[in-house]
DNA sequence: AGAACATCCTGCTAGC
DNA sequence: TGCTAGCAGGATGTTC
């Protein structure tokens, strides 16, 4: 489910409800969300009663930092989510399914909800080291990274793809990335004239700038919902992802499906070259 | 070096 | 209508 803009509009809404608040509880009912620890308990040890300086995202990773120095960090995966609810109106009744960690502060309940179990929770004493940039840093600083790996033999689609380049970028904005740019997903980074480099680049800040302003894709009904329950609309202005046999809205060709580095990866076979 | 594949899981859906 | 195989928005490790 999350990529970039799905895991920053987690953030924008738990920002304002954790920044300077205390945790007050901590409680996981599933080994796997936090099974980089022994017990959860380390976790609720740790940051029950200590204060939230800081909610950071990085890629897909959401980093609550501690004024004690206590790095929380959560990744998603395929299925992980999060909710909030006033103190007032939660019931525990109308729990969804799956609702793996419950913590509070004085107002706010939060639920991670996360049916496969590929996400989890796990403390750090110094935040994660990224080797990779950012969707959301500044286009100059991206362009030195596709420069870098203009002389690889490796897709467009991998290298989108690998959190060690461009951290952030999921199979949806991957398809949509390579769309925009009018660019196979399948070609050769070494392939790529400066020119198409340079198109690429531009690509990428023209999906990411829709996508946060969209607040995420909502493929289907039941997948992605922010914070408050509320679906995210960029998937109306897809281009190709999830769209086999529509029309592509530039020319009107028929959106194909492949496999391009071992996921499903939809095209224009007109537009994109 | 890089691609292909399996793996961790549950839920949805296309196809029979 | 009901079943099942295959696939899913991620990341990592192994094998070739």
Request: charged fraction near 25%; proline fraction near 5%; glycine fraction near 6%.
């Amino acid at each position: 489910m999350p990529e970039f803009a799905e895991v920053e509009t987690f953030r924008r809404q738990l920002e304002p409800l954790l920044i300077n608040q205390k945790i007050t509880s901590f409680e996981s009912f599933h080994p796997r969300t936090t099974r980089r620890h022994l017990s959860p308990n380390e976790i609720r040890d740790a940051i029950v009663g200590s204060r939230v300086g800081e909610v950071k995202r990085h890629g897909k990773y959401i980093d609550i930092v501690f004024d004690s120095g206590i790095h929380l960090n959560i990744h998603l995966r395929m299925s992980g989510r999060i909710l909030s609810y006033e103190k007032d109106s939660y019931d525990p009744r109308n729990n969804p399914p799956h609702a793996h960690v419950i913590f509070t502060t004085d107002k706010y309940i939060f639920l991670f909800v996360d049916p496969r179990t590929f996400g989890e929770m796990w403390l750090t004493s110094e935040a994660l080291v990224h080797e990779g940039i950012d969707v959301l840093a500044p286009t100059a600083q991206r362009k030195k990274v596709l420069d870098a790996m203009s002389k690889s033999s490796r897709s467009i689609k991998a290298i989108l793809l690998d959190q060690k380049y461009t951290s952030g970028i999921g199979n949806i904005y991957a398809d949509e990335i390579c769309a925009e740019a009018q660019l196979l997903p399948s070609r050769p980074m070494n392939s790529l004239t400066a020119t198409e480099l340079d198109r690429l680049n531009k690509a990428i800040d023209v999906v990411r700038t829709e996508a946060i302003e969209a607040r995420g894709s909502s493929l289907k009904d039941k997948s992605f919902r922010d914070m408050h329950g509320e679906l995210g609309h960029h998937q109306m202005k897809h281009r190709v992802h999830a769209r086999a046999g529509k029309p592509c809205p530039n020319c009107g060709a028929q959106i194909l499906k492949t496999r391009v580095a071992g996921r499903g990866t939809y095209f224009c076979p007109h537009c994109q070259h």
